[in-house]
């Protein structure tokens, strides 16, 4: 068993459209980044590589790539699972906590944990997402900016 931890942070753009969790929520606008700005995919990625020992995000993808630029998250995380199962290992659990004044997530907490299962190849019940305020503090509590933390267990085996 393997055990990682995952941290990441954006900041919200003035338009556009929240993609968190690999799920499109309406009711706050996009975060920037060069990829789609999913912070809870990438803590979830960066949880894995830590498990695995394979490093962080930064190097697997580094930022600037003209290959990775406004990608899909979803598709980085599916290339990071396909590293974790070429190591021998498979996902036991992934527990999340998104920490955002905005929107509320609660109505979203199924469709991103479904999300993010298939892409880690487990049931939903595998997957934890969690939501909670930053209590006004600071530029989160601001609602400028959205930061995830997440773990992962990976055990070795086929999933
Ligand atoms: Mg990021």
Known sequence: MRIGAGYDVHRFAESGQLRLGGV???????LIGHSDGDALIHAVIDALLGAAGEGDIGEHFPPGDPATAGI?????????????AARGYRVVNVDATVIAERPRLRPHIAAMREALAR???V?????????????????????????????????????
């Open 72 to 84: 899909d998250s979803r598709e980085l995380l599916t290339r990071v699972m396909r590293l974790v």
């Open 119 to 121: 892409d880690l190849g």
């Open 24 to 30: 499109e929520i309406a009711e706050a606008p996009a």
């Open 123 to 159: 049931e939903a019940g595998a997957v934890n997402v969690k939501a909670t305020t930053n209590e006004g503090l600071g530029a989160i509590g601001a609602g400028e900016a959205l930061a995830a933390h997440a773990v992962a267990l990976l055990d070795e085996g086929e999933g």
